[in-house]
Nanobody, 121 residues
Framework: QVQLEESGGGLVHSGGSLRLSCTPS????????MGWYRQAPGKQRELVAS???????TYADSVKGRFTISRDNAKNTVYLQMNSLEPEDTAVYYC???????????????WGQGTQVTVSS
């Protein structure tokens, strides 16, 4: 199975920054769109940002101007630079990627295990 390895979460004060990264395992053929979702306690999982293979990006209104998603296609890695973090950003952040795992196969969504981001006041 494809594994999405996430890193970069942690505890920061309000106004601080973190950078998340996500890299799929090598058991795949191709990666298309990638993105970051988050889920806070008692809330539904929501899209934070997404990016296509051609670097077209989408952001949730709540993070526009503060977060930047990017990718390195050579490394098949997606990043989320998070600046001016607020307590409201506290959540588990999940990487998502559309991945082709076999020849002639369809792209399927895969999820990372999640990384905790905690922003203190």
């Amino acid at each position: 199975q494809v594994q999405l390895e996430e890193s970069g979460g942690g505890l920061v004060h309000s106004g601080g920054s973190l950078r998340l990264s996500c890299t799929p395992s090598r058991n795949f053929l191709s990666v298309n769109a990638m993105g970051w979702y988050r889920q806070a306690p008692g809330k539904q999982r929501e899209l934070v940002a997404s990016i296509t293979r051609g670097n077209s990006t989408t952001y949730a209104d709540s993070v526009k101007g503060r977060f930047t998603i990017s990718r390195d296609n050579a490394k098949n890695t997606v990043y989320l630079q998070m600046n001016s973090l607020e307590p409201e950003d506290t959540a588990v952040y999940y990487c998502n990627a559309a991945i082709q795992v076999r020849f002639f196969g369809d792209y399927e969504n895969y999820w990372g295990q999640g990384t905790q981001v905690t922003v203190s006041s």
